[in-house]
């Protein structure tokens, strides 16, 4: 079982970890890394490194962790006879799907799906989830705009070459802050570290403001509504001048909460009328859910915390998803093969995963136990934050689970909390410029709320 | 055990591959399906469908098994205790690797370099190896322009809002033929297929010509000679061409055989000396072998036939690997985390598979057997085109293992051959306009080749 809380044994990096890391460096880039784990000694949400350094760990590798470590439910799935074939057999779905392949996506993704969304495409990380949901926004404007699912001979012999009509002039809209992946296109619409796009060349995609609030909310209501007004006006006038400018943008691409950009949150009401806007300019609205969906923020999708309308007109996810992949309404489902295609489209090995952690979900009920967790956190921070405002400050996240994060009072305030934190044995993460993200998994209870609220008082009071 | 040979029981496809074909298609697009696989009762070079037709596999998920169905050995790794874990605690390889990592990358990858190649990246598929690539030749030649592998506060402010001089202008050459997968770099450097690019926006990357041989070669030496003039020559022009507009050629990006686009073939002149033009143009050479690695032509890699005075500068894979990554020279290495980073960097799962892999190829000779398969393949296969001149041409993968291929005298004849071959229990794959393409597994052995070879006698008869 779980460790009843965290033990540090060394400072961190520990000595094992910096030998590692001397061998690992010598055939490997590694600079980004924090740790070498020991995995076999892991457990729940525990995560124990090579010097036994064991950590309360609430960022479970970027998220993506949707059960903690070790979970005995997956080790089961993991083992199975019934399942090996599926782990070493890996098929090219989109031309050999297994005789189970159907049935495991009734079972486990399609009940996910948004409503109107009917159609299900998997893929293995968040960048090819996105890059092919961006092709499938593409081809539904080019088939409205043509008047035709069916591409003309010219188009075909000039997209042969690069060339129009062929290959479209289209853009997409992305967001100051956002994150969406490191594949061309989607690093094209991220905008939150100039180190991840620094030499790359890059493409035409205009970008609008994201609302940055003031917090808290409730005593700056009129001040960030006028946020929304100025962001949403930016967008509608970037879609003129790029239409002007012969370039359409086709699909506005956003996450929920704008997780690596620094957690940044927009109101329901930017949303809705971020919708309203994409309608009522012939485009598309893609909900970014790979580091949102799988329930951190206690609704399984993100989105549905927005009330909109109707469904987004397409969401990605992966992380927690363990598979990649996108839901879509009828609309933008292609009709022809190999448009969306490559030669794996997902691993049946993570759906049966996947499988497994949406029964644990159900089971266990954790997406209620991440919203009580995520209570606990949320007030137990801002009370915080109210004690310590010369150290921290903007705690957000109310009301979505545990996906919660905070701002230092400067970057070099919040590496301090990360790096004092992990010293008393709770790893979090740091995202933008100066916030502390939570992101720990689905199965973090109440009590690992109140651990990690004790070591945050204890690093706070430091300062 | 195998199968003594096919069994063909229905038309292909099948009742009840085309019944589950109907469900599949209410939730997901599949136009592109073959047929249904039973992948329980698969095993070894032969794929058994959901009607129970046996065929033998010469495609093997296109060119992605190495070991074929339910290997026994895959099947120990997959179930063994000791890897239980490495399959559910699927790490952030760049933030968190475990404490085996490095020695797994020892003992799996790191031999499998090439001369030269001091630093291996994984990556999880094929685009994503290529488009990391890519990064890596964007910033090792951006570096040497500054003269600093560190870039300066003005690039890295105007790569945020995706202006210049942060975001270079560089572009990358590809080839006509050529598919390098398709994510967005890599699909506006392919050129096989119009449908996977139409409709779609690209890149302003130039493309040269592919050399396109007259076969058989020894009865069209000087022309062929020529063929390769005409194309490098083409190749250094271009990259003037690109130098005086302002957006220098960084890195020339191919397949050493372009599998997709046809399965075209280059002499090793041709080879030595486009690494001599990119050397003289200090741009950088990557060899793609995401379909040509892993032992298929009967060596691990495909370049090293090619008696290249040094090594490509960077080597792609995935597919048979079962990982994807790339290998460079350490110049080529970057120097900064999260340059070329995301959220996973593969799948030590993976890894762990590719091991059991290779030590099957090393306890089997499997490289040696793909190469005694591979003549067999390839003299029978003369053969019958001698035989069959108007049905059947251009024979090619001489000494390059079971990396065979031939061309239908129309697509029209190659359509039927493939249909055919399937009917009488044979699966092979097309590719470019008129090709059949041969991509068995490791373990297709002599009898394997000779089922094919009588099999391909009776349909050829046919027409
Ligand atoms: S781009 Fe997603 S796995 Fe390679």
Redesign the pocket.
Known sequence: GEPREPAVKTQIPGPETKRQYEALSKISPCQSVSVFVDYDKSIGNYQVDVDGNVLLDAFTQISSLPLGYSHPDLISAATSQQNVRTFINRPSLGVFPGADWTQRLKDSLMPLAPPGHTSLTT???????N?NAFKAIYIWYRSKERGSKDPTPEELQSAMVNQKPGCTDYALLGFNGSFHGR?MAPLALTHSKAIHKVDIPTLDFPMAPFPMYKYPLEDNVAENEKEDERCLARVEEIMHEYKNKGRPVVGVVIEPIQAEGGDNHGSNEFFQQLQAITKRNGAALLIDEVQTGGGPTGKFWCYEHFNLPESPDILTFSKKMLT?GFFCKEDFRVAQGYRIFNTWMGDPGKVILLQEVLNVIKRDNLLQNTVVSGDILYKGIRELENRFPNVINSTRGKDRGTFIAFNGKDAATRDAIIANMKQKGVQLGGCGDAAVRLRPALIFQPHHANILLDRLEQVLKEF
């Open positions: 893929m293995a990380c968040g960048a090819c989830s890059e594949t990649g």
